[in-house]
């Protein structure tokens, strides 16, 4: 298994520019989701599915969107980015049900805006 | 909403000591809680979880971490600390159910000093 997967692992974007960053995992698992890393403050949860077709928002959704088309992956999308979305990301999934409460994280993805 | 706190930012010790990092949390139901550790420019790893039964839990690399419902705590220790310890790491609390979501405290940076 290769586990939790990102694309890119750099990413320089100019203000206003729009990307994706891709998250994969071959391990089935139904929930997924994406954090933020800011120094000093931990990692904020920005969104995540439970399931193909399905998605919330967490903690810090502004600016970012996201779908789940499969089972696999939960690509994360920066409409407009801005320099405050000037982070490392990272995605991460886990099984549903009782006692699956573990997540596995992906390397990351360290993105900045200019 | 639960929340996580790590009260110190930096802690050192040498190499041979012993080390506890706190973490606190506030969670309303019985907690889902989790050590993560993160060296420079890698992932998360998972340390250790605590779901229920036993309130010490052992973990990979020879930490351990007990569970203090009175004191609403679950501090990581180990007995020596080598020199490859030196990270960051994360608290987490989890809720309960398929949407579960974690939320991190803002972590504690080891220093290991030789």
């Known amino acids: 298994n290769a586990g939790v997967t990102q694309t890119p692992k750099f990413q320089v974007l100019k203000t206003g520019q729009s990307m994706t960053l891709q998250c994969a995992q071959d391990m089935n698992h139904e929930y997924m989701s994406w954090y933020r890393q800011d120094p000093g403050m931990g990692l904020r949860l920005i969104h995540y599915?439970?399931?193909?077709?399905?998605?919330d928002q967490g903690e810090v959704p502004n600016g970012y969107n996201v779908s789940r088309s499969t089972t696999e992956d939960f690509p994360l999308r920066l409409l407009s980015a801005a320099p405050s979305q000037t982070s490392v990301y990272f995605c991460?999934?886990?099984?549903?049900?009782?006692?699956?409460?573990?997540?596995?994280f992906g390397p990351g993805t360290r993105l900045t805006v200019t | 909403a639960q929340s996580v706190t790590q009260p110190d930012i930096h802690i050192t010790v040498s190499e041979g000591a012993s080390l506890e990092l706190r973490c606190n949390y506030s969670y309303g139901a019985t907690p889902y809680l989790f050590w993560y550790v993160q060296s420079p420019g890698q992932g998360l790893q998972l340390l250790l979880k605590y779901f229920s039964g036993d309130t010490l839990v052992q973990g990979i690399k020879g930490f351990e971490a007990e569970f203090k419902r009175s004191q609403s705590s679950f501090n990581l220790r180990k007995p020596s600390v080598h020199w490859s310890d030196a990270a960051e790491y994360f608290c987490?609390?989890?809720?309960?159910?398929?949407?579960?979501?974690?939320?991190f405290g803002t972590g504690t940076r080891l220093q290991v000093t030789l």
């Open positions: 991460a999934s886990r099984k549903t049900g009782t006692g699956s409460y573990e997540q596995y």
């Open positions: 599915s439970v399931g193909a077709g399905i998605t």
């Open positions: 987490a609390v989890g809720t309960t159910g398929t949407a579960s979501k974690l939320t």
